[in-house]
């Protein structure tokens, strides 16, 4: 396990970073929508989030270097989450870190619960979300996907 690990806002310096990580085929495959992402559109829809009061996103960094990308969306009666990691930092326990510290500080400001939508066959990411204090809420069907809901409330 790394050293440190900090949490911090995303900027728009990150872009490019994000546009790779997204790209990842095994980010790609575990996605509900497993198209290429376009760069255009990409840069489009990240400078729209990084500037909606309704979206919060975070790189985790480990020893100064990104090493995941978190994002929540608040919603009417809950917020969303996602989360995917870098490749070089995969199996290392970095996803139940950077989703615990970002729904740390979440809840520092908003008390909705936060659900997290994933494949049935997403072991790696259904293990990282319970041991980051989420547990099942349902089973779903998501774009014709067998998928899980789990949630995290307040405490």
Same mark, same amino acid.
């Given at each position: 396990?790394?050293?440190?690990?900090?949490?911090?806002?995303?900027?728009?310096?990150?872009?490019?970073?994000?546009?790779?990580?997204?790209?990842?085929?095994?980010?790609? $495959?575990?996605?509900?929508n497993?198209? /290429?992402i376009?760069?255009? %559109?990409?840069?489009?829809?990240? &400078?729209?989030?990084?500037n909606?009061?309704?979206?919060?996103?975070y790189?985790?960094?480990?020893?100064?270097r %990104?090493?995941?990308?978190?994002? /929540?969306d608040?919603?009417?009666?809950?917020? &969303? /989450?996602?989360?995917?990691?870098?490749?070089?930092?995969?199996?290392?326990g970095?996803?139940?870190?950077?989703?615990?510290?970002?729904?740390?500080?979440?809840?520092?400001?908003?008390s909705? %619960?936060?659900?997290?939508? /994933?494949?049935?066959?997403?072991?790696?990411?259904?293990?990282?979300?319970?041991?980051?204090?989420?547990?099942?809420?349902?089973?779903?069907?998501?774009?014709?996907?067998?998928?899980?809901?789990?949630?995290?409330?307040k $405490?």
């Open positions: 396990m790394a050293n440190q690990l900090h949490l911090r806002e995303a900027k728009l310096t990150d872009v490019d970073l994000i546009f790779e990580w997204s790209n990842d085929q095994l980010v790609r $495959e575990q996605s509900f497993a198209d /290429i376009v760069y255009e %559109p990409h840069c489009d829809w990240f &400078t729209h989030k990084l909606d009061k309704n979206s919060l996103l790189i985790l960094e480990s020893d100064n %990104p090493a995941s990308f978190l994002r /929540i608040v919603k009417t009666d809950n917020a &969303t /989450i996602g989360v995917l990691i870098a490749q070089q930092f995969r199996g290392k970095l996803a139940s870190v950077s989703i615990s510290k970002g729904v740390a500080d979440y809840f520092k400001f908003n909705l %619960p936060i659900l997290a939508s /994933i494949k049935k066959q997403n072991i790696a990411s259904i293990k990282s979300f319970e041991k980051a204090g989420f547990s099942y809420l349902r089973d779903a069907e998501i774009n014709q996907i067998d998928s899980v809901v789990y949630q995290i409330i $405490e």
